[in-house]
Structure formats: structure tokens, C-alpha cells
């Protein structure tokens, strides 16, 4: 892959995965590529919500600085 999934995307192929992994139903082999395949897209949605949380404080960070009484 060579584009980083939207957040969406990837949490989408993420319950996919996990569904796939409960059913069950798979060769040893599969589960392991399922499992590392999930491990990627949730390490992918976890710096989406880093970055968004990062960008955030930010934002309340520059309000709460150009917005004090007094200045």
C-alpha cells in the first residue's frame, strides 16, 4: 500500500478483520495474516487520533493564548 488509509477506511478494514478472525474458519497462515493486517490498520487509526487530539490542543492552545482578558 502506498497511500495511507483515511481514518474511516482503515477502521472499516479493521472491523472486517476482526469479524473475519471471530468467525473463524481460517488456516493457521490466514489468521496470522489477518492478525498482522489488523495490528497495521489499528497502529493506522491510532496515529489518525493522535494527530487529530495533537492538532486540537493546538487549536485550544491558541484560542485560550489570544483570548485572555487583558491582553
Known sequence: MT???SY???REELVEVVRRLEAGGTT???SLALW???????TI?????DG????LEQVTQAGSTTSEPGS
Open 3 to 5: 497511500e495511507k488509509p
Open 8 to 10: 474511516e477506511e482503515a
Open 28 to 30: 493457521l497462515e490466514e
Open 36 to 42: 498482522e493486517r489488523g495490528e497495521a490498520l489499528a
Open 45 to 49: 487509526c491510532q496515529d489518525w487520533l
Open 52 to 55: 487529530a487530539r495533537e492538532r
